[in-house]
């Protein structure tokens, strides 16, 4: 699985590279913290999967990067490889800040 740390996914958005970034918490939770992205709950993810695309890297957080290991394990079984999870999810995010 690949894994992207909160300072490259800085530099990554400071550079404009082009991905997406997912958000896979509550609604409660995106509502406190967030850094953009399109809102997937992990729930609704595999009801979702259209909005995935295939030819661009994509980045799933969380709060401490586990429920986004978990997506992407399930999503990769499915087929994706383009997947990348931010590790240590929005607590690390905090902590580099």
Request: aromatic share 10%; glycine share 10%.
């Amino acid at each position: 699985m690949k894994q992207v740390s909160a300072w490259e996914l800085q530099d990554w958005m400071a550079a404009g590279k082009d991905f997406l970034l997912i958000d896979i918490r509550e609604l409660f939770e995106r509502e406190q913290f967030n850094i953009g992205g399109l809102h997937i709950p992990a729930g609704e993810l595999p009801s979702r999967l259209g909005e995935l695309p295939a030819d661009m890297d994509v980045v799933l957080y969380c709060e401490k990067g586990i429920r986004s290991v978990i997506a992407i394990q399930r999503l990769e079984a499915k087929g994706f490889s383009n997947l990348y999870n931010l590790s240590g999810g929005m607590k690390a995010w905090k902590e580099s800040q």
